[in-house]
């Protein structure tokens, strides 16, 4: 158990730092949802190493600095990996947290050892199927047309979409709706809200909204089309931060560590835990530990997912990579990665092979590519 929560915390590190894989996106985020324990280390370390203070203290020390001041506390204690977490205190011991998790893996001693816990805990967790997941532990592979009779709730499946009976359920418990790489899939929600849900991406929702909100949790990315109720308001939390909807059409991608939130109809409120800003409709918020930036967003590139296209203008290719495992469900390694900040113009489109594309991109001579034994997807820039 301890190995696994030492992996899981490096998982949080690199999710704050931006460098988690989809796969392992979607394997943090279930077991934030089935364990308490794991969902308050991850709410303590996004709150701590977000803070200002820290920011600063890692422009102004050193990495020696940093790394002799949490093994001075970490060392004599003694202590069990788990509770250096709450009894490491300030933001310089954060920074050296975030130092060597990152750079030098103190949870996890070496790269190998890194990828063989991967190996135990991520693949076997990941499913291949759409799943809904209850908090009572109960799990659903929904990728066929049918209805679900679950907690006091009618869930009816169909055409890629599910819809809760907005009047059935009476118990109070949370569902996530699991996406995994290479499908896409559409949630109704209790107020009659819809969301499609892009691939390696998770909503999580309550079978009914019966507080002062309407709190839904998102990773990944999805388009949020909200029933307007006042009296209610519908809270999209992402990883540092919260957009407060007002009745709106809104795209919301949070991948990375930097969400980012595109309105195209409405209004929303986007709140950080250093800034707050009310968006326009054809702006969007891009959320930071500096505060929320704004600007004009081109809704043919930033929608375009919904259709099953990815548009690239001007792009690095190591950014285009990155859609290729949510949407074909496969790995890919580039060879010389220090040559990819090239920049390419294109689309990819997930409905037509993926090797048939990447001969297209070949064929420029741009790039070359090979796939392994394992299947993993090797791509040497020219």
């Given at each position: 158990?301890?190995?696994?929560?030492?992996?899981?915390?490096?998982?949080?590190?690199?999710?704050?730092?931006?460098?988690?894989?989809?796969?392992?996106?979607?394997?943090?985020?279930?077991?934030?949802?089935?364990?308490?324990?794991?969902?308050?280390?991850?709410?303590?370390?996004?709150?701590?190493?977000?803070?200002?203070?820290?920011?600063?203290?890692?422009?102004?020390?050193?990495?020696?600095?940093?790394?002799?001041?949490?093994?001075?506390?970490?060392?004599?204690?003694?202590?069990?990996?788990?509770?250096?977490?709450?009894?490491?205190?300030?933001?310089?011991?954060?920074?050296?947290?975030?130092?060597?998790?990152?750079?030098?893996?103190?949870?996890?001693?070496?790269?190998?050892?890194?990828?063989?816990?991967?190996?135990?805990?991520?693949?076997?967790?990941?499913?291949?199927?759409?799943?809904?997941?209850?908090?009572?532990?109960?799990?659903?592979?929904?990728?066929?047309?049918?209805?679900?009779?679950?907690?006091?709730?009618?869930?009816?499946?169909?055409?890629?979409?599910?819809?809760?009976?907005?009047?059935?359920?009476?118990?109070?418990?949370?569902?996530?709706?699991?996406?995994?790489?290479?499908?896409?899939?559409?949630?109704?929600?209790?107020?009659?809200?819809?969301?499609?849900?892009?691939?390696?991406?998770?909503?999580?929702?309550?079978?009914?909204?019966?507080?002062?909100?309407?709190?839904?949790?998102?990773?990944?990315?999805?388009?949020?089309?909200?029933?307007?109720?006042?009296?209610?308001?519908?809270?999209?939390?992402?990883?540092?931060?919260?957009?407060?909807?007002?009745?709106?059409?809104?795209?919301?991608?949070?991948?990375?560590?930097?969400?980012?939130?595109?309105?195209?109809?409405?209004?929303?409120?986007?709140?950080?835990?250093?800034?707050?800003?009310?968006?326009?409709?054809?702006?969007?918020?891009?959320?930071?530990?500096?505060?929320?930036?704004?600007?004009?967003?081109?809704?043919?590139?930033?929608?375009?997912?919904?259709?099953?296209?990815?548009?690239?203008?001007?792009?690095?290719?190591?950014?285009?990579c990155k859609v290729i495992p949510r949407w074909f469900g496969v790995q890919v390694v580039l060879d010389n990665k220090q040559a990819s900040d090239k920049r390419f113009s294109g689309v990819i489109d997930r409905y037509q092979p993926l090797d048939l594309q990447l001969k297209g991109l070949k064929a420029t001579g741009a790039i070359?590519?090979?796939?392994?034994?394992?299947?993993?997807?090797?791509?040497?820039?020219?």
């Amino acid at each position: 158990m301890e190995n696994k929560l030492g992996y899981i915390r490096s998982l949080i590190m690199q999710e704050i730092d931006g460098q988690l894989t989809e796969q392992e996106s979607v394997f943090l985020l279930q077991q934030v949802n089935e364990n308490p324990e794991i969902a308050e280390i991850r709410n303590h370390l996004w709150e701590t190493v977000g803070a200002d203070e820290v920011n600063q203290y890692l422009l102004d020390h050193t990495t020696e600095t940093q790394t002799a001041k949490l093994l001075s506390r970490i060392e004599p204690a003694k202590q069990p990996r788990k509770k250096v977490i709450y009894l490491v205190a300030g933001a310089a011991a954060a920074a050296a947290i975030i130092l060597l998790i990152t750079n030098i893996g103190i949870f996890t001693n070496s790269k190998s050892h890194n990828k063989e816990i991967a190996k135990a805990f991520s693949e076997e967790s990941v499913s291949k199927n759409v799943q809904l997941t209850l908090s009572s532990g109960a799990v659903y592979n929904i990728n066929k047309d049918t209805s679900v009779n679950t907690a006091g709730a009618n869930w009816k499946v169909a055409g890629k979409t599910l819809t809760l009976n907005t009047a059935a359920s009476n118990i109070e418990q949370f569902a996530t709706l699991t996406v995994p790489a290479g499908k896409d899939y559409s949630l109704v929600l209790p107020d009659g809200s819809r969301i499609q849900v892009n691939a390696a991406s998770t909503v999580k929702f309550p079978l009914k909204f019966s507080g002062q909100y309407r709190d839904v949790y998102v990773t990944g990315e999805c388009y949020i089309k909200a029933i307007t109720d006042a009296s209610k308001p519908l809270m999209v939390h992402v990883p540092g931060a919260v957009v407060q909807v007002l009745g709106t059409e809104f795209n919301v991608n949070a991948y990375d560590s930097l969400a980012k939130i595109a309105l195209v109809n409405g209004k929303v409120k986007v709140k950080s835990s250093t800034d707050s800003i009310v968006l326009q409709p054809g702006y969007m918020g891009a959320v930071s530990y500096k505060g929320i930036n704004v600007n004009k967003f081109d809704e043919y590139e930033t929608l375009s997912w919904r259709t099953g296209q990815f548009i690239f203008r001007n792009a690095k290719f190591e950014d285009v990579c990155k859609v290729i495992p949510r949407w074909f469900g496969v790995q890919v390694v580039l060879d010389n990665k220090q040559a990819s900040d090239k920049r390419f113009s294109g689309v990819i489109d997930r409905y037509q092979p993926l090797d048939l594309q990447l001969k297209g991109l070949k064929a420029t001579g741009a790039i070359d590519y090979t796939t392994s034994a394992d299947s993993i997807i090797h791509i040497h820039f020219n």
